[in-house]
């Protein structure tokens, strides 16, 4: 919890470029409210999200590498957003309202929601998590090519605007924003304390939990969507952030050596914010004048995490 509080400060502290260390101004209350804090709740949001998606996922999968894009979601939101504003740039009439931050975010959930629908269906007519997980990849694949082929025939100006977003970043979210984005967080992150129970069980496979009575394929229909959920909306409102669903459930799990899912869901929320608050402030200190992509920031915390998991995977 200290280690959170921390986080949160070093990043309304060092939350931009602007220098909020004089007196106290209009102006500097202004950046404070408007974009330091809401970018501090985003992150906080962000990272919990993502964190417990990986979480449940890999819990789902029984396998730690197993991560919140693994099943194609962020794929799904990323080639609707590629959609929207490569093919959208070939209607000059069109092209202000598709670079629009409203409809981004309306293309991201579209295309998540499109993915998710479809996993779904899936996950009804097969039993076997590994085929499952493996269609998931396949799914990203495709979605990843046909974006690639969108990328090719656009303009200069249009990749541009693209790549920018695929970097991901916390401060596109406004106050207004938040408005749309914590109700349907705290829904979902509500949702996941009735699993509580389910997730317990199903850590230790199909028969043991339908030995407790638990519909395990029931259970993880409902956990897919919650996961995917919460993915797609993150993708929607920041754009892809990588390794934190991955990265984090390994640190709880090294951190908490214990079975029970409600001490690393708790400790995910604290630990996945706190990363992206720490990631954040990172972004925004080691240049005066410009904001390095949080994706950058992310993978240079979240790849070290992952390669030395893959020489401790047979302890797993």
Request: glycine residues 6%; proline residues 3%.
């Amino acid at each position: 919890m200290l280690f959170f509080l921390a986080s949160c400060f070093l990043s309304l502290w060092y939350g931009g470029s602007e220098d909020l260390n004089n007196q106290i101004t209009f102006t500097n209350n202004f950046i404070f409210w408007q974009i330091r804090v809401p970018k501090s709740i985003t992150a906080i949001l962000a990272g919990s999200s993502l964190a417990l998606s990986g979480l449940i996922l890999q819990i789902i999968f029984r396998n730690p590498l197993a991560g919140p894009y693994v099943l194609g979601i962020s794929s799904g939101a990323s080639l609707m957003v590629a959609a929207s504003i490569l093919a959208g740039s070939s209607f000059s009439f069109m092209t202000n309202y598709f670079y629009g931050k409203g409809f981004i975010v309306l293309s991201a959930i579209t295309g998540s929601f499109i993915v998710t629908i479809l996993i779904l269906f899936i996950s009804k007519k097969i039993s076997s998590n590994v085929i499952l997980l493996l269609i998931g990849l396949m799914i990203s694949q495709i979605c990843g090519a046909i974006q690639t082929s969108l990328e090719y025939f656009s303009d200069s100006n249009s990749l541009k605007t693209f790549v920018v977003w695929g970097m991901g970043s916390l401060a596109n979210t406004n106050l207004s924003d938040l408005t749309i984005y914590l109700p349907f967080y705290f829904i979902f992150m509500l949702s996941i304390l009735f699993f509580i129970k389910p997730l317990n069980a199903m850590l230790l496979g199909e028969n043991y939990a339908t030995n407790l009575g638990i519909n395990f394929y029931k259970n993880r229909f409902y956990l897919i969507l919650i996961s995917s959920a919460l993915t797609g909306l993150t993708t929607a409102f920041c754009g892809p952030i990588a390794f934190i669903g991955i990265a984090i459930p390994i640190v709880s799990r090294l951190i908490f050596k214990t079975s029970k899912q409600q001490v690393h869901l708790f400790s995910c929320i604290l630990i996945g914010s706190s990363t992206l608050l720490i990631s954040d402030a990172i972004s925004n200190s080691i240049f005066n004048s410009i904001s390095l992509p949080i994706n950058m920031i992310t993978t240079f915390i979240g790849a070290p995490l992952v390669i030395y998991l893959m020489f401790k995977t047979k302890h797993w």
